[in-house]
C-alpha cells in the first residue's frame, strides 16, 4: 500500500457543535443536524454564506428510518444548493465524514466545508438492535440468528482469553469514561459506578454485562474544516488536521484473529507517517478512541499502538489512561458516557479532540498540555478502522 | 453463473430472510409538533418565516435552510390554495385497478413559499386543472388526531 503522504495544502478545524445526546430526541433529524452544524458554524465565526460544500456522514438508514439519509439530511446541515455528499462506513463513519471534510479541502476545491454527523436511532420499533441484525452473512450466520452482542461477546472473549486480560481491568473503562461523562454539558449516561457496579449488572451474552456497553442515543455533531488561507484570516488558534488514515478488513470475520484489531493499525499507520509520528505512545498527547463497549477502547488502544498488545489493560490498571495521567484516553466520556448515535458518536471524539487541543475543553481538560491528538472511529461488521490525527496551532 | 433457467429461485440452495424491524416512531419535530397542533386546533396551516431572510415556509421549519437562522416567528395560513400540478392514479399501490381514480395534487398557498401533496375530492377527473382553487376538507374537530390526514381531501373553493 502507497500513500502519498505529502499532501501540499493544510487544513484546519476552527468550530465544532454538538446537539444534546439522549435516548429520544423530539427534533427531526434534519433539526439535529441543524442545531450542531449552527453551533459549528457559531463557535467558528463563521455563517452559512461562507459554506463551500457540505460533507454529511450517517450510518444505516435504517436507523432513522429514512432512505437516501445523506440528501435527507441535506437541508438542516447546509446542503441546499451546494456541492454535498455522504459518507458511510458503519460506525467508523463519525471519524471518516472529516477524512473526507479533509479532501474536500486538502485537495484545493474548496476552502470552507462544513462537517455534519446525524444519528437517530430511537424510530426503529420494536429496538434499532434488529437494525444490526442484517449485517451478518445471510447464508452462513443469519440461519442461527445471531445478536450484535454475539460478536462482541466473542471478540471480547478472545482478547481477555488470549492476553489473559481480567474483566475487573476492563470495567475499569467503563468506570473512567461515565465518570469523565459528568463534565460533558450532552452527555446521556454520566455516572459515578464502581467495578463492582459493572460486575453485577446483568450478564447480557457472557462475557458481556449490560454496564459494559454504550447505550442507544439520538444526536447529532459538526465540524467546520477550512484551508490554511482562510483560517488564519479568522482565528489564532486552528487545529490542524496532520494526518488521516483508513482502512477495511473481510466481512467474513472468521478469518481473523479477534484479540487484535490489524485493520485500525493499517488506519493509524497511514495517519501517523502523514503525520511524521513515529512512537504514537509518546507523540500523542489525548487520544479518543472508540469505546461502544468498554474491551474496545482496549484493543484500539493496542491497534492504534498507543499500548503494545495486551498492555492497555495495565495502563487503565495504572491511572495512565485518566484525564490526569499521562495518556487521557476518552475524556470526553466516550460513547459508554456521552452516548452512541453512530456517526454522530465519532464525530463528537474529532469535536473533543478539537476542543482540548484549544483548551476549550472545560471541566474535561486533561491535565498534561495537549498539543497533539487522535480520534479513532470502528465499524460496520467489526472492520473498518478510521483515524485522524491533530496538532494544535 | 446465470440462474434464469433454473425457474423456481426456491430450487436453489436458499435461507430466507427479512429485515425485521417492524416499524418506526417518527417525531415530528419542533416545527412540526407546532404545525400539527394548529391543523388539530384551529384547522389552519401554520408557516414559519425567516426573518433574515424575508422568507416563508410551509409546512413551518424550526430554521431557515438558506441562512441557518432559528425561525421564531410562526403564522398561520388558510387551507386554500392553487392546484401547481396534479397526477390521476388509475392503478394502486400492488398495481391493482382502482375502481374509482384518484387525483393527488400539489398545492401552493397565498403568500407563502412551499406547499402540500394532497388529495382532491368532490370533483370529477375532468375538471381538474392547474391553476384551480382548492380549499381543504378537515375531519370534524373531535376526530381529528393532528396528522396529514386530518385533511381528508381539498376540494374545489
Ligand atoms: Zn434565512
Known sequence: MKTNIYVKRRVAVVGAGLTLFRRRMLETPKELAWEAAKMALDWAGLELDDVDAVVIGSAPDAFDGVHMKGEYLADGSGGWGRPTMR????????????????????????DVVLVVAEEKMSPAQPHPQFVFKHIWDPILERPLNPNLIWIFAMEMHRYMYKYNVRKEDIALVSVKNKRNALDHPAAQLAAKITVEDVLNSEVLVYPVQ??????????????????????RRITDSPVWVEGV?????????????????????????????????????????????????????????????LARKGEAPILTREGVTERDGDLPVNPSGGL??????????????????????RGEAGGRQVKKPAYTGLAQAWGDLMQAGTVIVMRAG | MSWDKVGLPTKLRHWYGDMEVEGYLYTAGIAGEKFFKTLKERGKLLASRCMKCDVSYLPARAYCPSCFSEITEYFEVEPE????????????????????????????????????????????????????????????TDERRGEITDILYFKPA
Open chain 1, 336 to 357: 459508554l458516557g456521552v452516548g452512541n448515535p453512530i456517526a454522530a458518536a465519532g464525530l463528537m471524539k474529532v469535536a473533543e479532540i478539537f476542543w482540548q487541543l
Open chain 1, 210 to 231: 449490560r454496564l459494559d456497553i454504550s447505550p442507544v442515543t439520538d444526536g447529532a455533531a459538526a465540524l467546520v474544516m477550512v484551508s490554511e488561507k482562510v483560517a
Open chain 1, 87 to 110: 459518507v458511510y462506513v458503519g460506525g467508523g463513519t463519525g471519524v471518516f465524514t472529516p477524512i473526507a471534510g479533509w479532501w474536500h479541502v486538502a485537495s484545493g476545491l474548496f
Open chain 1, 245 to 305: 488514515g483508513w482502512a477495511l478488513d473481510s466481512t467474513q470475520w472468521t478469518n481473523r484473529e479477534l484479540a487484535y484489531p490489524k485493520y485500525v493499525e493499517v488506519a493509524a499507520r497511514m495517519a501517523y507517517r502523514m503525520a511524521g509520528i513515529n512512537n504514537p505512545r509518546k507523540e500523542i498527547d489525548v487520544a479518543e478512541v472508540y469505546d461502544p463497549f468498554d474491551y474496545k477502547e482496549l484493543h484500539h488502544m493496542e491497534g492504534l499502538m
Open chain 2, 81 to 140: 390554495g392553487n392546484v401547481e400540478t396534479y397526477t390521476i392514479l388509475r392503478v394502486g399501490v400492488d398495481g391493482e385497478k382502482l375502481e374509482e381514480p384518484v387525483i393527488v395534487a400539489f398545492i401552493t398557498f397565498d403568500g407563502v413559499n412551499g406547499g402540500l401533496i394532497h388529495r382532491l375530492g368532490e370533483m370529477d377527473e375532468k375538471d381538474v386543472e392547474i391553476g384551480m382553487r382548492v380549499k381543504a376538507v378537515l375531519k370534524p
